[in-house]
């Protein structure tokens, strides 16, 4: 990690604890999320001894795949000091869109080119209202969200759209040497990611962005355009959690993918990206995503209510930023 | 007189940096005291303490010779010490009469009581012989009424002693004059006044006592007619100055930027200048005077509403950073932290971030040049950090516009654009600063430079232009400066007597 997150200052400030806590704090910084994955996953594995089987832990992989696929292009907005909470809508829009395409042609290529394309138009349009129509990223997503989701219904007439083609269906449930796709795409993503990231001008300028957007302006980078390019990748990241999605339940439903902005968001949070911008890293969002899909999987083999599951999920959520803001200081 | 406030023997440590050393400080009833030094001399800091925002380490504080403990800025407040901080902290969407009443909004039963705060605020802005309407937004007021505002915010307590912190750093000469105005009558009502400044001239003329401070720890205190500028320079630098502008004479060539007829939405109105190579260009006037909106509309970061502007002969429509930089243009923003810096980068990333597609090798950023070209900035431009990976944000202002400059100086831009180069920096790195300048221009780039302080503008420029509400006001050569026709043209007095050999008088 080159840029934003690996510095640091060696005075921060007024206000801060004597210099003999802050060492290990420093140390520990970004590394919260990882610690409290490690322990969730030592109390699970300590109360349930199907939790550690490889079978299990890919099944996690499998649970959390689409999260952390969208979470990954959330990550990109966040960075930037945006946000996006049109990621629901527009998974189930592509996922009826491109099922439907491929009902009507059974084409798989045509109805993978539907559900990117879909989702990137969305993203697209969402980034050229944030930039050149200067609407806050929230609201604007907010009504992006609404659209994508009422065309679903409007099309689908509120009726899921089953049985495609296993060449369609090969993204969410085919196989390569016995490990899932569902597996193998999220990995692959997240390995290209952390390149563009850390290694590329792009990535650098996204945290610029995210830190001081002006100060990058007028360093005489068009900011406007970066901008654009990011909610445009994060609507393809979205469409390819909708073909992983739509293959793996073999349906395309307008109702699916609710909430799921709110769960991208929160893996963001919990792998430590700064709501306000400029500070996170790739790995922080993986970890975010597996802390998610440890804890339900966790809770589910220990038979624990489901609503429970989501108690303990907002106090992790809350816990995490808590601990982040502390070693910040 | 007795004192009003006595600091002693204060001490303070951030993680690596000592920040304050053994500091004493001693200021009478009734006195109007400087503390000067260098950026990073430890004068926030003390003043932090003072005002309740961080803690000491050790020492300790007596008000009227009472020891105190001084946890919070509420507690500050509570013992008589108010602090108007140089950004004013005031929240822009509400009026001046809720802003002066923010935190003890008189009312009842849980409803403000809008008359008694317009009434009450009205009053405290007369006593400082302000006009300023209690109903107004004060987001819609000048930068000096928003300064009035905040102190008579900090007046409505029951404050023995008043910290400024660089009061005058956005103001013009005259609302200068008022604010000492009112500092004078807050000192004849017996209130102390400790006054943050980096203007010599501000300090003879207003101040009782001065606090030297450098590199955290005490230097003196003596009574400032005992002082003159220059043994005040000494004390704050600790080595001679001897040369404040290095101006060297450089071989002026062909004109490099032209800009013609420029207007800017209601701010700037048909203004022309030309740069040439190896000059020095400075544009006067007073603030709000629409300097900024000037260079920044010739750089692309402010539209434009009519006007050319050609590079090297060759006219080039620039509308954005991205094209002025290309172009090989480059601009020094005024406000650094928020527009010339991105202060959580490292000082490697941020002129890294300048050159970034030059860096760029198979679609990947090339550290190993990044990290040898912002170590080469680094020496060039004398920055002191003890690593190229520091954080901006932790340096003193000086060494960040040094990495401003640095970002640049390494793109080899053909016109740089200063917008205020030595704001807030301090006497040492301000000649460094000076110098760059002086040795670009021999290099042969085009400068411009926008300056409020006339002994800045008149020591480094070749030529002044000068603006009044937005409109180009006088044209001066070098041979020919002079502060007083320079200050007048500023003011808009001048009229037909300035020279205007380009024929803009309109």
New interface residues.
Partial sequence: M???TG?Q????????AP?VN?LPLNKLRGMGSLIALILIMVVFAVSSPAFLQIQNLMNIIVQVAVIAVIAAGAMFIILTGGIDLSVGGVLALAGVLSASAVRATDSATLGIIVCLGTAVLFGLLAGLLVTYGRIPPFVCTLGTMSIARGIAFVYSGGIPISGFPDAFRFAGAGEVAGIPMMVIIPIVIYVILY?VLV???FG??V??IG??E?????????TLKYKLIVYSLAGLLTGIGALLYVGRINSGHPGSGIGYELNAIAAVVIGGTSLSG??GSIIGTVIGALIMGVISNGLNLMNIDPYFQSIVLGTVIVFAVMIDQHSQK | MADALKMRGVSK?????VALDNVDLTVAEGEIHAIVGENGAGKS?LM?ILSG???MDRGEILINDVAVEIGSSQQAINLGIGTVYQNLNLITDLTVAENIYMNRFPGRGGLIDRRKIADGASQALAEMNSDIAPSARVGDLSVADQQMVAIARVLAYDIKILILDEPTSSLSKAESEDLFRNMRRLKSLGVSIIFISHHMDEIFSVTDAVTVLRDGRLVGRWRTDELDEHALVHHMVGREVTEMFPKEVAAIGDVVLAADHISVDDLVHDVSFCVRKGEVLGIGGLVGAGRTELVKSV?G?CPRRSGDISLEGQPIDIR???Q???AGIA?V?EDRR?????????IE?NI???S??D??RH???D?KAGAKLSEGMIQAMNVKT?SR???V??LSGGNQQKVVLG?WFCRQPKVLIFDEPTRGIDVGAKAEIYRKISDLAKSGVAVIIVSSELPELMGISDRIIVLNKGRMTGEFMRSAFSADQIMLAATGKAGTESPLPRGQQQ
């Fill in positions: 080159k840029f934003a510095n200052p060696v005075n921060s400030g007024v206000g801060s210099s802050l390149f290694r590329t001008p650098k300028i945290y610029a830190s001081n002006e100060a990058t302006r007028l360093t005489g980078i068009d400029g500070r | 440590r951030f993680p690596g940096v800091t932090r925002a961080a803690r750089f970061a954005s950073p991205k002025a930089v290309e601009f923003p928020r527009e010339g810096l991105i202060t959580e980068f490292s990333d890294s971030l300048g970034i597609w860096l760029t679609f990947a950023v550290f003890p990976k520091q954080l944000k932790n970002k």
